[in-house]
């Protein structure tokens, strides 16, 4: 079975500053990962994906992903945030042929002036 | 881009009405879209798979009698949330995928926001 943990149900940065969101993984055959951003009352965009080709995956918005195989992670950085990346942020994995998806529980990242 | 459109995006009604919710993909052919529930600051569980042409797969705990799905298309997946109750007040949203491999990303729909009063 497949699950996803997001460490820190809360992130806040100052503008400029780097941003990591943290996400782990669990997957019985190769995963495929996903993190999606959530604005409030939309539904969710794809920020990025890793689908077993290059380990380090860039997103849209500037912000990009390390596939890391050894550390079950999948940990979202953005170099430098602006006000606009205030918004709730979801990893997600599929595996196989299942397509469902699995998300996580969720890192809200507030971006302090 | 892939565009997921979703309407309404807002109801509110009264207890023991039905409500239909529409998924459609605008731009590309959905072989299989998938219903998400959401709660107020939690994460997306999803409800049921739905697949054009044939019966939806609902999740564990996610009642089929309440939560109809119909899939008539390849473009358009509707849920009906039968004779509501305030309970069923939730974000409700949908998502599409092209094809049949799984690396296709879903692309969501914005979301219904269901109020039973």
């Known amino acids: 079975a497949q699950s996803v943990t997001q460490l820190g149900s809360h992130v806040s940065v100052s503008e400029g500053a780097l941003v990591l969101l943290r996400c782990n993984y669990s997957?019985?055959?190769?995963?495929?990962l996903f993190w999606y951003v959530q604005y409030p009352n939309q539904g969710l965009q794809l920020l990025l994906k890793?689908?077993?080709?290059?380990?380090l995956v860039k997103g849209i918005n500037g912000f990009e992903a390390e596939f890391k195989k050894s550390e079950t992670s999948f940990h979202l950085t953005k170099p430098s945030a602006h006000m606009s990346d205030a918004a709730e942020y979801f990893c997600a994995v599929s595996e196989g042929s299942a397509r469902q998806l699995t998300f996580g529980s969720g890192t809200q990242l507030t971006v302090l002036p | 881009g892939a565009v997921v459109s979703q309407h309404p995006s807002r109801v509110i009604c009264k207890s023991g009405t039905s409500v239909k919710i529409e998924c459609r993909s605008l731009?590309?052919?959905?072989?299989?879209m998938f219903w998400y529930r959401q709660f107020p600051k939690q994460s997306l569980m999803l409800m049921a798979t739905s697949n054009e042409g044939s019966k939806a797969t609902y999740e564990q705990g996610v009642e089929k009698d309440k939560f109809l799905i119909n899939h008539a298309s390849l473009t358009l997946s509707t849920l009906t949330v039968t004779s509501a109750h305030p309970e069923d007040s939730s974000f409700y949203i949908c998502?599409?995928?092209?094809?049949?491999?799984?690396?296709?990303?879903?692309?969501f729909g914005d979301g219904t926001r269901l109020s039973i009063l």
């Open positions: 731009d590309f052919q959905a072989t299989t």
């Open positions: 890793y689908t077993s080709a290059a380990t």
């Open positions: 998502s599409a995928s092209r094809g049949d491999r799984v690396v296709q990303p879903q692309h």
């Open positions: 997957s019985s055959v190769p995963p495929y």
